[in-house]
Nanobody, 128 residues
Framework: QVQLVESGGGLVQAGGSLRLSCIAS????????MGWFRQTPPGTEREFVA?????????YYAHFAEGRFAISVDSAKNTVYLQMDNLTPEDTAVYYC????????????????????WGQGTQVTVSS
């Protein structure tokens, strides 16, 4: 199973930016899907943020992320990124990276149970 480690979270003022990184222990297959989810408060259902086919052939965003967030892959570094711009206090959450061995389509990519590996999460706090 792929091991995932996130980094890049922190405290930022509203309107600011952060870039989250997720390093995979091994290179995912080109048809695998990498996703970002967030959770707040702890114990609640994780909310889909964005996903990408490792080959970058497909990208998907939650409605709230479109136009503000960008997901990308650096295959040479086994890393997936989430660039987050124009952050608001509502974006405050723990952000998790996830891996699915399947080439998930838009209709199901937001379903967290389809992802088999998860990172430990990184806290993002946006102050007003």
């Amino acid at each position: 199973q792929v091991q995932l480690v996130e980094s890049g979270g922190g405290l930022v003022q509203a309107g600011g930016s952060l870039r989250l990184s997720c390093i995979a222990s091994e290179r995912p297959g080109s048809t695998n899907t990498m996703g970002w989810f967030r959770q707040t408060p702890p114990g609640t259902e994780r909310e889909f943020v964005a996903a990408i086919r490792w080959s970058s052939a497909a990208k998907y965003y939650a409605h709230f992320a479109e136009g503000r967030f960008a997901i990308s892959v650096d295959s040479a570094k086994n890393t997936v990124y989430l660039q987050m711009d124009n952050l608001t206090p509502e974006d405050t959450a723990v952000y998790y990276c996830a891996h699915s061995p399947a080439p998930l389509l838009r209709a199901v990519v937001a379903q967290s149970f389809r992802f088999d590996s998860w990172g430990q999460g990184t806290q993002v706090t946006v102050s007003s």
